[in-house]
């Protein structure tokens, strides 16, 4: 890993000067972006039990990691041994520590990046910052998100429409072997857990009768890079993420389930309310994912990759858990995904582009929105406000050691020049994005 250059350290003088602009001007009212109305919780339909809210400090905890000899973290397939401390700071003294693990590298374009995101297993399954005990987490780096919170963001309009799972996430400030390497979010990775993506973990010997129905844990994934993965017959890519090692009867039998579900879909019945596709599918959780991809026009919802589903022993497919938003909401390198106008999966993804062709299903996303639109979607700028304000010092020490405000980087069409121009781009961005959907899904009447 490279330490930081001479020409990072001349950059600290205009880094605080633009920290304490982008406090004066937010105080200030400033508009579009404003932290004057800064909240100490996010209105929230519904509250998750085991993430307790964080004090709105400025002051985020500190990760540090520190690799046996200090080996450096170079490969996404082999683990490095070390040590994971946290040092609380500001946030609750319950954040404080200390544990024995191991961590690689992860991601995938992500990995290619100068500010690296990496994968992390504890050595004993623990709680880490408040969150439920498990061994594997995930430090993202949100190199591409000048934001540093479009991820949190969706997350935390995913729990407001009461998705089922969604990955809780901590902002840290991260050191790996003395180097102080930025901003990260500590989220938890997905899987099958009775914490996470709550479903029935399968053994090997689960290879026939109601066992073999579940669980699965799966992702639409068009680089086709794990063990077990496939198409359909119209090319939709799948993998099985979980089991891991699932046994030749397991593979057979979900890949003849989605087959199936891909085939009523596209039937001249597929609407049918007794034998059509809600018989096969959660509704609730696609329209809850839809919400989520639409409005932030997430770029790789549409056939790509991060799209998970699940199913649990005899239910349903569903529709989640969210995961990577780095690549959405404005920032993206495709102009007609960075325009807050016009639809994204309707007429790209191989499921929604479907489903909106029933009249039953556009009526149900319509009233979802509906419900939600004044105290859950409306307010999201008071939680933007709140991210804001909790990264406004980390980010100036983020932009000394990885300075990209200034430049078009990779995939910003746009460049403000600030943190604050970067936080108020996605508030109108967002603005203009729910203005248009709802004019849609509300046409005034002649």
Not at 32 to 42: E, M, R
Not at 46 to 65: G, N, S
Not at 117 to 129: D, G
Not at 303 to 329: E, H, Q, T, V, Y
Request: aromatic residues 10%.
């Amino acid at each position: 890993m490279k330490n930081i250059t001479k020409k990072r350290m001349n950059r600290r003088v205009g880094s605080v000067l633009a920290a304490f602009a982008f406090l004066v001007l937010g105080f200030q009212n400033c508009t579009p972006f404003s932290l004057g109305t800064v909240s100490q919780n996010a209105v929230s339909e519904t509250e998750d039990p085991t993430d307790p809210v964080e004090p709105l400090t400025q002051d985020i905890a500190k990760v540090l990691i520190t690799t046996e000899n200090a080996a450096p973290v170079n490969s996404k397939d082999t683990y490095v041994n070390g040590r994971l401390q946290i040092l609380p700071d500001g946030t609750a003294s319950t954040n404080a520590f200390d544990a024995e693990m191991k961590i690689k590298g992860r991601g995938n374009f992500t990995w290619t990046l100068e500010k690296k995101p990496y994968k992390i297993k504890l050595n004993t399954k623990a709680s880490v910052m408040g969150l439920p005990a498990d061994k594997e987490w995930i430090l993202l780096a949100n190199h591409v998100d000048r934001t540093l919170f479009r991820t949190t963001l969706a997350y935390e309009f995913s729990r407001r429409l009461g998705t089922e799972y969604v990955p809780r996430a901590r902002n840290v400030e991260v050191n790996l072997n003395g180097e102080d390497i930025g901003t990260y979010i500590l989220t938890e990775q997905i899987k099958v857990s009775a914490s996470r993506v709550n479903i029935t973990e399968m053994a090997a010997t689960d290879i026939s009768g109601e066992a073999l129905t579940g669980g699965y844990l799966l992702e639409l994934d068009e680089r086709m890079d794990e063990t077990n993965v496939w198409r359909t017959t119209r090319g939709v890519p799948y993998a099985i993420k979980e089991p891991s090692e699932a046994t030749t009867e397991q593979v057979d039998y979900i890949k003849n389930h989605l087959q199936m579900i891909e085939d009523v879909l596209n039937s001249d019945d597929f609407a049918d309310p007794v034998n059509g596709y809600a018989k096969y599918i959660d509704v609730d959780s696609f329209i809850n994912l839809y919400l989520v991809h639409e409005l932030f026009k997430n770029k790789d919802a549409a056939n790509f990759s991060s799209i998970f589903l699940f199913k649990d022993r005899n239910g349903k497919l569903k529709m989640g858990p969210p995961w990577d938003f780095d690549l959405a909401g404005g920032n993206s390198d495709v102009a007609s995904i960075n325009d807050p106008v016009g639809w994204h999966l309707r007429t790209g993804s191989p499921w929604y582009s479907r489903l909106f062709q029933d009249p039953a299903f556009e009526a149900k996303v319509r009233a979802k929105w509906n419900a939600m639109k004044t105290s859950q979607i409306d307010t999201l700028q008071t939680y933007i406000d709140d991210q804001a304000y909790r990264l406004a010092l980390s980010q100036v020490r983020n932009f000394t050691i990885w300075p990209i405000l200034s430049y078009a980087f990779f995939p910003a069409s746009v460049v403000p020049g600030s943190y604050a121009g970067e936080v108020a781009q996605l508030k109108t961005w967002l603005q203009n994005r729910v203005t248009w959907m709802d004019a849609q899904f509300n046409p005034p009447t002649m």
